[in-house]
């Protein structure tokens, strides 16, 4: 994602940064105290070589912009894995004008689990590429999307083909948003996000409700460290105790730091404005230390920067979150 939200304004962070690997050890400790052994539920394994895999085979196919034939290949790849592992897929087909008229063809692709549970939460990713490397030196340029897309995919796949085995006693949606990052520099923010903007005014389901949502935003990186995001402080602090807490008991309290960072526009924020569900993204940004890692919107981002280690930390968080709702 490309916009920071800082005292009303919106300032375009640079590129060249470094992640601390510090925290504050007083919080971590509290984040680590277990649920009581009467009401706490193990949950399932991650398998980070699994993810790892469905991270490659998202790769394989080229960078996945919009309107070209990778993006479609991909895009069929990602319903087929759906439907082998959800109990129902449902499409929903996009045709928007970019901010440079461009008829942007893409699909939202939502996956369910026990799709009649009255009690849902909402996990999401989004799986298209930017279409050039625009803080690259050689700014024509396409990329990977390693991390910047394909991590966050990768986790919730690896998630779905875990529940297909390890039924969740509530329902789950797994939405994979399309025409994120398509928006323009230097202009209003409303211009990425489209996919979310699009299903935050047209949900799936006629008046869709979860009780929370849960976004994936560049996960993988070696070095990653996850902040508490500013409009997920602002709209859902409470989900992010949940899951900060959740992220100490399986031992990733030195990747998910108990610090605030500035508010990031991202699929997250119209979930959250448009429709009304409490909503955190997990993404490695910290503008104290630059902002985005630097392999972020160049042609760095790809299979080299992506470490196991942190899609297992992400991974096993939300299996925690799951079975323990």
């Known amino acids: 994602m490309a916009f920071v939200k800082r005292f009303g304004l919106i ?8 992640f601390s690997c510090q925290e504050d050890k007083k919080e971590t400790k509290s984040q680590a105290v277990p649920k009581s052994a009467s ?20 790769i394989a196919f080229g960078p996945r912009i919009p309107n070209t034939p990778a993006h479609k290949k991909c895009g069929d790849y990602l319903m087929y894995t759906c439907k082998r592992f959800c109990d129902s897929v449902i499409t929903q087909p996009l045709e928007i004008k970019a901010y440079d008229g461009m008829i942007l063809k893409g699909r939202n692709i939502i996956g ?16 298209d590429t930017r279409p050039i490397a625009d803080e690259d030196p050689k700014k024509k340029t396409s990329f990977d999307g390693a991390d910047d897309g394909a991590s966050g995919v990768s986790i919730l796949l690896e998630i779905m083909r875990i529940l297909k085995t390890n039924k969740p006693a509530l329902g789950i949606d797994f939405i994979f948003f399309d025409l994120e990052d398509y928006g323009k520099r230097d202009a209003s923010e409303h211009t990425f996000c489209l996919g979310s ?39 859902a602090s409470h989900i992010l105790d949940k899951v900060w807490m959740a992220a100490g008991r399986q031992g ?51 299979l080299d920067i992506i470490d196991k280690n942190t899609l297992k930390a992400v991974g096993q968080t939300l299996l925690d979150i799951i079975f323990n709702p």
């Open 112 to 127: 369910e689990f026990n799709p009649r549970h009255k009690r849902r939460i909402l996990l999401a990713a989004h799986w």
């Open 39 to 58: 009401s706490y539920t193990t949950p399932p394994i991650f398998n980070e070589d699994s993810a790892f895999i469905f991270l490659k085979n998202q």
């Open 197 to 235: 903007q699009y299903w935050s005014k047209n949900p799936h389901k006629p008046n869709y409700q979860a009780e929370y949502g849960i976004l994936l935003d560049m996960v993988g990186a070696r070095g990653a460290r996850f902040y508490r995001e500013g409009y997920s402080t602002q709209f």
């Open 252 to 302: 990733f309290g030195h990747i998910f730091i108990n610090e605030g960072v500035n508010p990031v526009t991202d699929d997250h924020y119209y979930i959250n404005k448009i429709a009304g569900i409490p909503t955190i993204d997990i993404i490695n940004f910290n503008e104290r230390q630059g902002g985005f890692p630097p392999h972020w919107h160049t042609q760095n981002d790809n």
């Open 11 to 18: 300032i375009l962070i640079p590129p060249t940064i470094y």
